[in-house]
């Protein structure tokens, strides 16, 4: 039997292999950073969402540290049985504050609150609309529902609204309809329009969620997100976002309504029955939380250097999509030429994930950069000038 199995994965890999589908993970040997070491190569990183560098700032690795000294490695125990010490009492209440909410809630990862939250807010009569770009723990957390659903096209809030019309038309829906769109789509570094998301809702009574995970740390004041930056605070109700990016530890949050953490708290699966985060986890996410509203500056270099890295490359001439945000993309097209790109660009110094289907269409294939407040402009510099060299050995540019 395991036989046949290994037999069939080989089989299934050598498929993915011959259509460029098939990459192992680079091994780091050092932190999170404007230069990283890989597989003994010091190379300019260009692939981590870090975005505020705080993965090695001293009052963070500080906090982790006390509370490891303190607490010990682990929890031992789920959330609503011996897992939920004061640290993530503490942690929950700093996000809300910063996100402008009346309360959150902790989850294991940005994934698992997705997942947590679709699958949890909506039962059998329900309907869920997401936009095609979600992430995949979006379409995860909807596929786990009972809620029917649909998809509407890319931020195209006229066919969100065709939507919501059938649903509460032809379909009949007279349960809940979640509205759910990410923030900033981590593909192309495009931002959701929440107003139009917001007047969709409110017109068909739909209820509004925003997966934060690239925006938290990075739009809106002091990093506060895409519902600060757009000023929907009082038109919108559902949060979730990530502490693995610009938080750069790791776990996920859902932020809203306190009546609606205690609905997640008796009934979201992954917070019921999944270990809860280790104290030195929850003391560093907290920690985090208090140098971005104590230092300004990490958040002003990340955009200084944004537009700095992206004018370079789009005056390079290379196709950069519509990011808006610190993601920039380099769209090549086919997967066996952004990985030929991406590994030439490794060979000289800079680490560019290739992106493939599935996480964008099969011809929408690219290299991925992401800069942070890490960078020095000399870096960045660097980085665009191995950049120019490579796109033009392969014709790209
Ligand atoms: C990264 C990401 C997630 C997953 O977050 P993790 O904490 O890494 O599980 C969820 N949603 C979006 C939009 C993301 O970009």
Not at 301 to 321: A, C, I, M, Q, Y
Request: with cysteine.
């Amino acid at each position: 039997m395991g036989h046949k199995l290994n037999q069939w994965c080989a089989q299934e890999i050598d498929s993915l292999r011959s259509r460029s589908l098939f990459h192992m993970p680079r091994v780091h040997e050092t932190a999170p950073g404007a230069r990283v070491s890989i597989g003994g190569r010091k190379v300019i990183q260009l692939s981590n969402n870090s975005y505020l560098g705080l993965a090695t700032h001293p009052k963070v690795v500080a906090a982790a540290r006390g509370a490891l000294e303190k607490y010990g490695v682990g929890t031992g125990a789920v959330r609503p049985i011996s897992g939920t010490m004061d640290l993530h009492v503490q942690c929950e209440e700093r996000i809300a504050r910063f996100k402008g909410v009346e309360s959150a809630l902790l989850f294991q990862s940005g994934f698992t609150a997705n997942v947590g939250v679709v699958s949890t807010l909506t039962v059998e009569g329900d309907h869920i609309i997401s936009d095609e770009l979600n992430h995949a723990s979006i379409i995860d957390g909807a596929r786990l529902s009972k809620a029917t659903r649909a998809v509407y096209k890319h931020k195209d809030y006229g066919n969100l609204r065709e939507l919501l019309k059938e649903a509460r038309g032809a379909k009949g829906i007279k349960g809940k309809i979640l509205v759910v769109t990410d923030g900033v789509f981590s593909m192309d570094g495009d931002v959701a329009d929440l107003k139009a998301t917001a007047d969709a809702c409110e017109e068909f009574d739909a209820v509004p969620m925003v997966d934060d995970a690239h925006a938290t740390g990075v739009l809106g004041k002091g990093g506060r997100g895409t519902v600060d930056e757009q000023h929907v605070h009082d038109r919108w109700a559902l949060t979730v976002g990530t502490l693995s990016k610009a938080i750069p530890v790791v776990g996920g949050y859902f932020a809203g309504p306190k009546v609606v953490k205690e609905y997640l708290i008796a009934k979201a699966r992954p917070f019921l029955f999944s270990c809860s985060a280790p104290p030195a986890v929850v003391a560093a996410v907290t920690a985090c939380i208090d140098v971005m509203e104590t230092e300004p500056q990490h958040l002003k270099n990340l955009w200084d250097n944004t537009r700095f890295f992206k004018e370079g490359l789009k005056s390079l001439g290379f196709n950069t999509g519509d990011s808006v945000t610190p993601i920039t993309p380099v769209i090549i097209g086919q997967g066996a030429k952004a990985a030929k790109f991406s590994q030439t660009l490794f060979d000289n110094g800079v680490f560019a994930t290739g992106i493939y289907f599935p996480m964008v269409a099969e011809e929408k294939s690219r290299i991925r950069t992401i800069v942070s407040a890490a960078h020095k402009r000399e870096d960045l510099q660097e980085a665009l000038d191995i950049f120019k060299k490579c796109g033009k050995e392969l014709g790209l540019i």
